[in-house]
């Protein structure tokens, strides 16, 4: 079992529609859960990072955690064509992981206008 | 405020030479990192760096690859020699410290491909 598991996509949605990308992870000791954006042949951004089980929101972003579950999932609300990128769910591993961020292998997003 | 700094940003190369890549991170940044991407997948983290003293280099395969951060500031990761599957991006990252929700700021990569 890979550490932070991602479906790699492609994902396909119309413009304006709500992007649902998803991300589970297998240490139970983890703390801190992060999504990057990577557009192609650039650098991961940091979109947002959530530690508290629930939703958090910015702007058209809201990151779920659920950490019974070991799941953590990222929605676009009203997704733009600019949003096509790969999305990077990451990991702070606990005290066995040497808190070391872990990275899934990114969910590829495409927002057909 | 400038980024994280790599050069160069492309390298080609024969298999079995060596080659070396710099980072210059975001000033004020104590933590240093070098992960490695594979097309396709994500960043894996070869080494990190709390100023000059590497805490974690558990990733980092000692037999080809070295790094340094003498002064606590820049850094060199070095391959040598270069092999086939060392074809990838690698990319330097700096934050203010490791731990909780802290951000990781990215360079912009060197591509290396090794023929």
């Known amino acids: 079992q890979k550490e932070v598991e991602q479906n790699s996509g492609p994902l396909s949605v119309p413009e304006g529609a709500i992007a649902s990308l998803n991300c589970t992870y297998s240490?139970?000791?983890?703390?801190?859960f992060f999504w990057y954006r990577q557009y192609s042949g650039k650098s991961p951004e940091l979109i947002m990072f959530i530690y508290s089980n629930g939703d958090k929101e910015d702007g058209r972003f809201t990151a779920q955690l659920n950490k019974a579950s070991q799941y953590v999932s990222l929605l676009i609300r009203d997704s733009q064509p600019s949003d096509s990128a790969t999305y990077l769910c990451a990991v702070r591993g606990g005290v066995l992981q040497g808190g070391k961020l872990i990275f899934g292998q990114g969910t590829e997003l495409s927002v057909k206008p | 405020e400038a980024g994280v700094v790599q050069s160069p940003r492309y390298k080609i190369i024969e298999k079995k030479q060596p080659v070396a890549f710099w980072c210059n991170p975001i000033s004020g940044h104590n933590t240093l990192y070098w992960y490695l991407q594979n097309l396709g997948q994500g960043p894996e983290l070869l080494i990190r760096?709390?100023?000059?003293?590497?805490?974690?280099d558990s990733q980092l395969p000692k037999d080809r690859f070295s790094a340094e951060r003498l002064k606590g500031v820049d850094s060199t990761l070095k391959i040598q020699p270069a092999e086939l599957g060392d074809s990838a991006v690698y990319l330097c990252?700096?934050?203010?410290?490791?731990?909780?929700?802290?951000?990781?700021?990215f360079g912009p990569g060197t591509r290396l491909t090794v023929l």
């Open positions: 240490d139970r000791g983890s703390q801190s």
């Open positions: 990252a700096s934050s203010t410290s490791d731990r909780g929700g802290n951000e990781q700021f």
């Open positions: 760096y709390e100023n000059e003293e590497a805490v974690d």
